[in-house]
Nanobody
Framework: QVQLVESGGGLVQAGGSLRLSCAASGRRFVNYTMAWFRQAPGKEREFVATITPNGATTHYADSVKGRFTIARDNAINSVYLQMNSLKPEDTAVYFC?????????????????WGQGTQVTVSS
């Protein structure tokens, strides 16, 4: 069992930056692939970024590639999402997720544990 708590959301102007954090508690965080998803009002939840357990492999949605960076610190059971050059279309609730299976997936159904989400609002 893994509990996830996101933080770092807020209101920012277009072109600005935010850094989201996700603190994990429970067992064996180092064994989980971690990911960020987001859900805008009236839209489906969508994949943003993921990172494998040792941090060697990352993968991003095309919409955020080059602007967002995912990272993790296994020593303190945390994963981060650095978001730069934010756009109004990045406005959403951002969720941290953990996947126990092998490799990574962009499918939210393939993730086992979820945080409660943190709101990111980008004004134009």
């Amino acid at each position: 069992q893994v509990q996830l708590v996101e933080s770092g959301g807020g209101l920012v102007q277009a072109g600005g930056s935010l850094r989201l954090s996700c603190a994990a508690s429970g067992r064996r965080f180092v064994n989980y692939t971690m990911a960020w998803f987001r859900q805008a009002p009236g839209k489906e939840r969508e994949f943003v970024a993921t990172i494998t357990p040792n941090g060697a492999t990352t993968h991003y949605a095309d919409s955020v590639k080059g602007r967002f960076t995912i990272a993790r610190d296994n020593a303190i059971n945390s994963v981060y999402l650095q978001m730069n050059s934010l756009k109004p279309e990045d406005t959403a609730v951002y969720f941290c997720a953990a996947r126990a299976g092998p490799g990574y997936s962009t499918n939210d159904a393939m993730h086992d544990y979820w945080g409660q989400g943190t709101q990111v609002t980008v004004s134009s």
